[in-house]
């Protein structure tokens, strides 16, 4: 990859790190499942009426929206607003990672390789490590459980656009949100109430709610649309091996970022979960390299008559 294209890529790292404290922003306003369907429902009406909708099956299409969109982020966003650290989340979500290989393994009868295998039991260590730190009752392990169900989501989500094998990812993409907003604010509406829907935009209203419409903003159009644009346009120039190790950069942002601004200073253990999750997922995502043996050149056999 040129220089240019590896900075590209860990813009694009530093920008999904920066999403985390945006949904933090917003969550102040906006109740969880409310909030995850506004985000995609500003996205989702100008992709209907702008971008063609993908060739791909309708099941892969619905599958990628309710596995990458809906559970994901119904997850995540109930995680972090019932206290999971800004930055621990953004860390603990790169469990889709291994998730992705065991499922693919289970479901799609992909080959597991020792390497990959590795990787997971790794990964899951640090998991386990980071899980240890939150074991303070059940409001401290119960963030930590929704945000390992965030990864399981991302991983379903994962299966699904793999599946759809789509001629042109970002089209996939952008379409994916026209599937979260009508199920979240169906679950909002079941379990958030209108009382407090109605109370929330109420509020968002004010002065105050500025920061709220700005980390909205911020998680479609930065992270989503600029974020996935330039992410699956550096896919399709490069081997998956050479861009893909750029995204454990996110975690490393959003634990940097969240120590910085929201002064959420991690423990030695989570650090140290923190590493073998990131050593863990490297490990299952990269590729061990054969060695192609050298055909040894052949000797000119003397022609009669020559020399």
């Known amino acids: 990859m040129p220089i240019r294209h590896r900075l590209l ?103 597991l ?66 599937v979260p907003p009508v199920p979240l604010l169906a679950l909002s509406l079941a379990t958030e109430g209108p009382a407090r829907i109605g109370e929330a935009l109420t509020a968002s209203l004010s002065s105050e709610a500025l920061l709220a419409w700005g980390g909205l903003a911020y998680t479609t159009i930065v992270a989503t649309v600029v974020g996935s644009g330039i992410w699956t346009w550096l896919m399709s120039r490069h081997p998956a091996g050479s861009v893909a190790p750029f995204s454990l950069l996110v975690p490393v942002t959003g634990i940097g970022l969240a120590w910085l601004v929201l002064a959420e200073v991690p423990q030695p253990l989570e650090l ?6 990131i050593g863990g997922v490297l490990l299952a995502s990269s590729r061990s390299r054969r060695r192609v043996p050298v055909e040894p050149e052949p000797v000119p056999v003397p022609v009669a008559g020559t020399r």
């Open 9 to 111: 890529a860990a813009t694009v790292a530093v920008i999904w790190g920066a999403n985390f404290l945006a949904i933090h922003a917003s969550l102040e306003v906006f109740p969880p499942l409310l909030c995850a369907a506004l985000r995609f429902a500003l996205l989702a009406i100008p992709t209907i009426v702008l971008v063609p909708r993908p060739q791909v099956p309708t099941r892969w299409l619905l599958g990628y929206g309710a596995g990458f969109g809906v559970l994901q982020f119904a997850f995540l966003y109930l995680a972090m607003d019932s206290g999971m650290p800004t930055g621990l989340a953004s860390l603990v979500l790169q469990s889709s990672a291994p998730f992705t290989v065991v499922l693919g393994a289970a479901l799609l009868g992909e080959h």
């Open 113 to 178: 390789t020792l390497r990959a295998g590795s990787g997971v039991l790794v990964a899951a260590a640090g998991m386990a490590v980071v899980g240890s730190q939150r074991m303070d009752g059940a409001a401290g392990i119960l963030p930590f459980v929704l945000t390992l169900l965030a990864g399981l989501g991302w991983a379903f989500g994962n299966l699904s656009s793999r599946l759809a094998a789509a001629p042109r990812p970002l089209h996939l993409t952008m379409w994916m949100t026209v």
């Open 272 to 277: 140290l979960g923190g590493a073998l999750v």
